[in-house]
């Protein structure tokens, strides 16, 4: 496979961005070798500079839930953009977005937009401290809450830790408000609850934790941490960035059954445009500026072309059988790769949900916290995805990171992709 012009761009790039990216997984370095410089998209298929053609299932990690190029999307973009891109002032567009959520969202009462699923984050957290009183927030080690400061945080030794910091440049009188402990263990968030008694704000969690591997947890357990969290006067906040619009409509929130107290989106909200919105009931969010006194503003919040984006890709998304049919498509591809490995004996998995799998090189039956995952693997990861992209088939660049499946994929790119991965796992298993 020519990679010729990736290359080159990507030496250009290393000249003027760090790493040559402008978001670090970008860099291939988990992999190795060169990223592809993607020249364009349509549907299932993205080609890069040198013109090779891949069937994606990274979907611009996860907002392309209709695969790239959507007609729909693009028509309602170059229609806003024809009456200009920012006003700064409020615009129809934004009440449309809100109403198309809110009346299919029973979870959320009032939303906010912003920019990105960080930002999003970043003002549910000042929110729940602003509304609680209170300024610690429990996190789980394996969630990913984006790049806010207080998030950046990795457990220390013990089960329940004040987090130690995963960046430089996170001071430490900050993390100290963070409190981490593992996944799918109630035991450890019913003592740091005794520990920090009328202390913790918000509990934050990825309820289907996505960024680090596929945790899938159980029903009881979220249930268990909403139980907890009422008992405390603690606000629990589902960080549905990936989960939201993809496990359904109302994410996991409407999938499990669950009231969260906070709820942050992003991603597919934006229909492949930058914007995520944090939603709660209506007496938390009148905490926030100009109603309350929590501040919180944005200069291209909701932005009309980004609004007309989402409104487009989520009007979408509500038509009858949208989600199973993604699902349908995802069980297809897993169960299929799963019974090739299963047949050879090779130790490998392909946990999913709704339209999200993750391979895993394991022959645990669930994989539920960080520490499970087996770093060694990753260098199995690392043969496959690089036997996938030759042919043709693209993943993104980690072997932490989970793919999606979109309404783009048809039968055809999921039976080419099963002889694809077989003939990878076979390669990887033979080394
Ligand atoms: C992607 C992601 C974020 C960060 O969103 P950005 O738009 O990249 O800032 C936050 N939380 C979760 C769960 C995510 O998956």
């Known amino acids: 496979m020519k990679r010729d012009k990736s290359e ?12 040559g990216v402008n978001s670090p997984v970008r860099a291939f370095r988990s992999v190795g070798g060169t990223p592809l410089f993607i020249q364009k998209g349509d549907g299932s298929r993205i080609w890069d500079a040198d013109e090779n053609e891949f069937i994606d299932f990274c979907c611009s990690w996860g907002p392309l839930i209709l695969g790239h190029n959507n007609s729909k999307v693009r028509e309602a973009i170059v229609t806003a953009v024809q009456n200009g891109t920012s006003f700064g002032a409020p615009t129809q ?9 809110l009346s299919n969202n029973k979870f ?64 430490e009188s900050f993390v100290n408000d963070t409190i981490v402990v593992p996944l ?150 897993c169960a299929a790769v799963e019974d090739h490995a299963r047949s050879k004996g090779y130790k490998f998995r392909m946990f999913n949900i709704a339209s999200i799998f993750w391979i895993a090189f394991t022959d645990q039956e669930n994989i539920r916290s960080a520490d499970e995952i087996d770093a060694a693997s990753m260098s199995k990861f690392r043969v496959l995805h690089s036997e996938l992209l030759e042919s043709g088939i693209y993943l993104g660049p980690s072997g932490y990171e989970v793919g999606f499946i979109s309404e783009a994929h048809t039968d055809t790119d999921i039976d080419k992709t099963i002889v694809a991965m077989c003939k990878a796992l076979d390669k990887v298993f033979a080394q």
Do not use: W
Not at 8 to 16: D, G, N, V
Not at 93 to 101: H, P, Y
């Open 93 to 101: 567009k934004e009440n449309e977005l809100a109403e198309l959520i």
């Open 8 to 19: 080159q761009l990507f030496e250009k790039a290393k000249q003027y961005f760090p790493g």
């Open 184 to 333: 799918n263990n109630i035991e450890a968030v019913k003592k740091a609850f005794e520990e920090f008694e009328n202390q913790i704000a918000a509990v934050i969690i990825e309820p289907v934790p996505a960024n680090n591997g596929l945790l899938l947890q159980t029903k009881k357990y979220l249930q268990q941490l909403r139980t907890i969290c009422s008992e405390n006067k603690t606000l629990l906040h589902f960080d549905e960035v990936i989960s939201g619009f993809r496990l359904g409509f109302e994410g996991a929130a409407g999938y499990y059954g669950i009231q969260p107290d906070i709820i942050t989106y992003g991603k597919i909200i934006g229909g492949g445009l930058p914007v995520g919105m944090y939603g709660a009931s209506k007496e938390i969010m009148a905490k926030i500026s100009p109603d309350g006194d929590v501040y919180q503003a944005g200069t291209l919040s909701g932005n009309p072309v980004a609004m007309a984006a989402g409104i487009a890709q989520l009007t979408e998304c509500l038509k009858a059988d949208f989600y199973s049919l993604l699902e349908t498509k995802t069980k297809k591809l």
């Open 108 to 171: 959320i009462e009032k939303i906010r937009f912003v920019s990105s699923g960080t930002e999003a984050v970043m003002s549910a957290i000042r929110l729940a401290r602003g509304f609680t009183g209170r300024n610690k927030i429990l996190k789980f080690e394996g969630c990913y809450h984006g790049h806010v400061d207080s998030m950046l945080v990795k457990a220390g030794s013990g089960l329940v830790t004040f987090g130690t910091s995963s960046s430089a440049g996170v001071p």
